[in-house]
């Protein structure tokens, strides 16, 4: 029998296990049935390679993008886990992982967490999830309460990266009466069409994206 994605995680110590932040049975209702396909997984956040890991065996015939902003990650690279080092605030760094490596199955930010880079890298990223994939955006909770003086910063899109998806879900959800309503972002216009659903859970969110665009 396979392993769940909880106990890879586990054995690999990354945090979103079920003995720290209890993210990957929430992940893995989406995810197991694409697990036995040969995916391209894209995780913004490498740190101690626990969490690429992972993915790495979950998706047991995939392939992991893991890009980081520290050239010592380099070193968890292997046959199946590439390593890019590229800095997720940039919008030339994100255009190039974007035509590099991309489409993506799957995307997961747990980057920086700054309000700005996660919606920035969601803006350019998710347009590049192929049909019926999925992208994941952790640690929400950075929007809220005593981490905002942390990672608020510039706040250059004048929103969290929370609020930014409870607009889009706005769109996502009641589009048919917003005929004279625009979006905080004018990105979201082209965004909400490409998106199945979006799943909320403690700090994180799960969006899918449409198999055909709306």
């Not at 952790?138 to 990672?151: A, F, I, P």
């Amino acid at each position: 029998m396979l392993e769940t994605l909880d106990a890879i995680g586990l054995r690999h110590g990354t945090d979103k296990a079920s003995d720290r932040n209890n993210l990957l049975a929430f992940y893995e209702q989406f995810l197991e049935k694409i697990r036995n396909e040969r995916v391209c997984v894209l995780e913004i956040g490498v740190l101690n390679g626990g969490s690429a890991r992972t993915w790495r065996d979950y998706f047991h015939r995939g392939h992991v993008i893991g890009v980081d902003i520290d050239p010592e990650t380099r070193k968890y690279a292997d046959d199946r886990l590439t390593i890019h080092i590229a800095d997720q605030s940039s919008v030339t760094d994100l255009d190039y992982i974007a035509k590099r490596f991309g489409p993506f199955d799957l995307i997961i930010d747990d980057g920086s967490h700054v309000w700005d880079h996660q919606i920035l890298t969601f803006k350019h990223l998710m347009p590049c999830v192929a049909a019926g994939g999925f992208y994941i955006l952790e640690d929400l909770d950075t929007s809220y309460g005593k981490y905002v003086s942390n990672y608020k910063q510039a706040n250059i899109f004048g929103i969290s990266a929370a609020e930014y998806l409870k607009e889009l879900s706005d769109w996502v959800v009641g589009y048919r009466t917003f005929e004279n309503r625009d979006p905080a972002d004018p990105d979201i216009r082209l965004i909400w069409p490409m998106i199945d659903f979006m799943a909320f859970s403690c700090g994180t969110a799960v969006i899918k994206r449409l198999i055909k665009a709306r």
